[in-house]
């Protein structure tokens, strides 16, 4: 590769992943300022709440910037095929149409997705570990490294600059189960090939001070308890940890149990990773329809919804009935998985649902029964060390984690900085310095539609969740008087105010003297007219309910003709 030319720049900024956990996407960038080719790393979504996003689907990155610079960008690199790396894919690929490249079980997942979403696989270019792609000034290689899903990768990034390593997300684990281990082994060829310039690191476990373990370390503690559960035995894991749910089925098909997975994307995970060669000998099982006929003592479900999701097989079993399958008195349930944060008040409930049937539940807080995807601090210093890069950027966690991370690193010496979502870096010379900052927004998928953060839309949702809504309609006629007294509609607000008065017809009352007092000029003006019923309704609804309400004022008027 040529030498660095002086005018010549290697860029890095996060469009999402960097000061949060999720929606990740990162930007690398080579060449004259302002005139750099580009390259985009993971595409991810992150997931909503009913407290700042009611009714949206999926919150997917701000990538404005990108498409002001879409002559510039030449391709796009999938890590691996978790829902914060791949899932904004079909819903962003439309609007970029550029090369995307990934492993073949990640391209599985992805090909799945885009054809679920009514476009074109060949977008999805399968690549094989360690071979170079060429893209404009960058050769990128897919180093494996071990994760909770199948064929995770780093990437070794080269440029003109210097080699880049993007970590993904990974941990330090020599027999995950399925999937490859971590192999220093890889990483010591690379450094000595070329010299590490920046290792871009995940940094979602900086603070858990114990060294990471490996998946096969609870594959006895799972055993023993499968072994020992009575009734009905549950089980419910991220449906993308497809070592999970081999071990889980191992375990019960050891136990006696027939085992039955439910779930779409559990039953979609395991097909994918057995098409794409990654899962072999995985156990026998047995359809939900043949589930019901078994003894409750010699059955296993292993099901979705670890995280509570409403519509999950977990929080349907809890609930009641699902696909003929009921949990009784006596029956386990265990919660092979960890809270992802935001999520504990849904799990929680779930898991009070269980208690009320009598379900035995179990969980992970005693770490038996789960380990993490991710590397922790002990670990993530063995990468410096064994990497020796010029400079440390961390990545994938919130702003805590990336500024302990840094830390970290220049304690030992490394040249590190915080970047999160909208800086850029120049990572040209011997030190990162920032040389731009953009305003990152987000993306919501709400229904089929994409409303940009600003937008609006999912601020007037919120408006009206919290204060409720009220609709005033008033027919003016042809000389502009009005045409009888305004009637109002509402939702979401009390019916009753003051003295248990009706809320509606005490309003009615107060626009109907309004108006009756209101001159010429206002119920000539559509403008005034609409404000002044507007600051009635409010004033009314303060004193009656103690709630401003958001307000929409229909006013018809009579034609003369």
């Known amino acids: 590769m040529a030498p660095s030319k002086s005018l010549d720049r290697l860029i890095y900024m996060p469009l999402g992943g960097a000061g949060e956990i999720g929606m990740n996407a990162y930007v690398y960038g080579y060449g004259p300022k302002d005139k750099e080719r580009l390259i985009l790393v993971d595409m991810g979504v992150a997931f909503p709440d009913m407290d700042s996003s009611p009714g949206v689907d999926l919150i997917l990155p701000d990538i404005a910037w990108l498409m002001d610079r879409l002559d510039r960008l030449d391709a796009i690199f999938i890590t691996h095929a978790h829902e914060d790396h791949i899932g904004a894919l079909p819903h962003l690929w439309p609007l970029l149409k550029k090369p995307v490249y990934a492993r073949p079980f990640t391209a599985a997942i992805g090909r799945g997705k885009m054809e679920e979403a009514g476009l074109s696989r060949d977008a999805i270019r399968v690549v094989g570990p360690m071979t170079p792609i060429e893209v404009g000034p960058f050769t990128v290689q897919y180093v494996p490294v071990s994760h909770s899903i199948p064929e995770s990768a780093a990437l070794c990034i080269d440029t003109p600059a210097g080699r880049v390593i993007h970590s993904g ?27 590490i310039k920046a290792l871009m690191c995940d940094s979602t476990n900086v603070f858990s001070k114990a060294p990471g373990r490996s998946e096969s370390s609870i594959a006895g503690n799972l055993a023993e308890l499968i072994q020992g559960a009575s009734g009905m035995m549950v089980a419910t894991t991220f449906a993308s940890n497809v070592a999970r ?49 078994i003894p409750r003592g010699n059955l296993m479900l292993i099901v979705t919804g670890s995280q509570g999701e409403r519509r999950a097989a977990s929080a349907q079993l809890a609930r009641g ?82 500024r302990e991370h840094a830390k970290i690193a220049t304690d030992a010496g490394i040249q590190s900085v915080v970047a999160t979502n909208g800086i850029m870096l120049d990572l040209t010379g011997d030190v990162p310095g920032v040389c731009g900052y953009f305003q990152m927004g987000r993306v919501y998928l709400d229904g089929t539609a994409l409303v940009g953060a600003m937008d609006g839309v999912i601020r007037d949702r919120i408006r009206m969740a919290l204060n409720g809504h009220v609709t005033v309609t008033m027919i003016v006629d042809e000389d502009g008087s009005a045409l009888g007294d305004p009637w109002a509609d509402m939702m979401g607000l ?32 559509d403008d005034k007219l609409e404000e002044a019923l507007k600051r009635v309704v409010r004033q009314v609804a303060m004193e009656e309910i103690g709630k401003k309400p958001e307000v929409t004022i229909v006013i018809s008027r009579l034609s003369a003709e």
């Open 494 to 525: 009390a019916p009753t105010g003051k003295g248990g008065r009706d809320f509606v017809e005490t309003l009615e009352g107060d626009l109907a003297e309004f108006v009756s007092r209101a001159g010429r000029k206002i119920l000539a003006d």
């Open 169 to 195: 997300d990974f941990k330090l684990d020599p027999n995950p189960g399925v999937g490859e281990p971590w192999d220093d082994t890889l990483f010591e060829a690379l450094v000595k090939e070329r010299p």
């Open 245 to 293: 749910l081999k071990t889980l089925a191992e375990a019960g098909r050891a136990a006696g149990r027939s085992v039955c997975f439910m779930g779409r994307a559990m039953r979609k995970m395991i097909t994918a990773a057995e098409e794409s060669g990654v899962l072999t000998r995985f156990p026998k099982s047995v359809t939900v329809e043949e589930a019901v006929d």
């Open 321 to 402: 009935k699902y696909l003929g399958m009921e949990l009784r008195e006596g029956d386990t349930f265990l919660f092979s998985s960890r809270s992802i944060p935001g999520n504990e008040r849904e799990i929680l409930k779930v898991m009070n649902q269980l208690s009320e049937k009598g379900v035995e539940i179990i969980d992970e807080s005693g770490g038996k029964y789960h380990v993490s995807g991710h590397a922790n601090r002990p670990d993530l210093e063995h990468v410096h060390r064994l990497l020796l890069p010029d400079m440390v950027i961390p990545m994938h966690g919130e702003h805590r984690h990336l």
